[in-house]
T-cell receptor, first 113, second 114 residues
């Protein structure tokens, strides 16, 4: 029930294309869903986050789509760039309680020039 | 630079030795989280601390691991009698515990046990 399942494990996209990463969860008590970007040898950095009271949130080229009934959320990157090549992690937490983040297993994105 | 600081960045220990990992949170942050990342895996929560208090240690192994966040100084994650399976990247995050409680991560300590 505490798991967050992420797919695909790896993704190759051409420059200018759309990258889509999906996550699913079971625990309906989760109410905060961030996405983190991690470059090799670095710590994760918050990219964008959403709460379940909205179905979509957009920041620049990055959009989170949230489907509460299906318990799924996804990250869309439009106009993907080689600089977006990194590992992306979805996560979930409960804003009541310890706020600990439950992470997905990660998606390694490669954007080809 | 007011980011989360971790040291050392790399640590090599032999089996049976002790490892001490340090984390200084961002200025103004009094909440610290430790996560462990095994190669090719996601981050796994270990422990959540406030100053002088352990709030949630549900992710900590029952033996050999301990954590503290004293009133003065950095948070310390301590691993006694390390084994090869402890080799991983250990990340610390800090937050203000307001709003969405955004957690800011440090660069991590990469522990290698020989």
């Amino acid at each position: 029930q505490q798991q967050v399942k992420q797919s695909p494990q790896s993704l190759i996209v051409q420059k200018g294309g759309i990258s889509i990463i999906n996550c699913a969860y079971e625990n309906t008590a989760f109410d905060y869903f961030p996405w983190y970007q991690q470059f090799p040898g670095k710590g994760p950095a918050l990219l964008i986050a959403i709460r379940p009271d909205v179905s979509e949130k957009k920041e620049g080229r990055f959009t989170i789509s949230f489907n509460k009934s299906a318990k799924q959320f996804s990250l869309h990157i439009i106009d993907s760039q080689p600089g977006d090549s990194a590992t992306y992690f979805c996560a979930a937490s409960m804003l009541l309680g310890s706020y600990k983040l439950i992470f997905g297993s990660g998606t390694r994105l490669l954007v080809r020039p | 630079n007011a980011g989360v600081m971790q040291n050392p960045r790399h640590l090599v220990r032999r089996r049976g030795q002790e490892a001490r990992l340090r984390c200084s949170p961002m200025k103004g942050h009094s909440h610290v989280y430790w996560y462990r990342q095994l190669p090719e895996e996601g981050l796994k929560f270990m422990v959540y601390l406030q100053k002088e208090n352990i709030i949630d240690e549900s992710g900590m192994p029952k033996e050999r691991f301990s954590a503290e966040f004293p009133k003065e100084g950095p948070s310390i994650l301590r691993i006694q009698q390390v084994v090869r399976g402890d080799s991983a990247a250990y990340f610390c995050a800090s937050s203000q515990r307001q709003g969405d409680n955004e957690q800011f991560f440090g660069p991590g300590t990469r522990l290698t046990v020989l």
